[in-house]
Nanobody, 118 residues
């Protein structure tokens, strides 16, 4: 069984910064990519950022220039550094993992709350 554990969520003031991390453990063959989604109240879950094992990245237009995704393949860990945070960034942030060779699988973390408020 594969497990994803997020950490780093919490309360931050507008304009502040916050870093999230997600560590994967369990029966993982190879990691294809890891990423972050978020879901705000009343909204659908949306992709925020994604990074492949080779280092290719994707960012939602809404967070380009604000968020930076990185990873440590040796530790099966992905990070999300968030800066210039706004109240609209408030959401539950979910880590996701796509892994496998010929057949791929998807796993999700339980989510971590990020609240941007003064």
């Amino acid at each position: 069984q594969v497990q994803l554990v997020e950490s780093g969520g919490g309360l931050v003031q507008p304009g502040g910064s916050l870093g999230l991390s997600c560590a994967a453990s369990g029966s993982i063959s190879v990691i294809n990519y890891m990423g972050w989604y978020r879901q705000a109240p009343g909204k659908e879950r949306e992709l925020v950022a994604r990074i492949s094992s080779g280092g290719s990245t994707y960012y939602a237009d809404s967070v380009k220039g604000q968020f930076t995704i990185s990873r440590d393949n040796a530790k099966n860990t992905v990070y999300l550094q968030m800066t210039s945070l706004k109240p609209e960034d408030t959401a539950v942030y979910y880590c996701t993992l796509n892994y496998g060779g010929a057949v791929s699988f998807r796993s999700w973390g339980q989510g971590t709350q990020v609240t941007v408020s003064s």
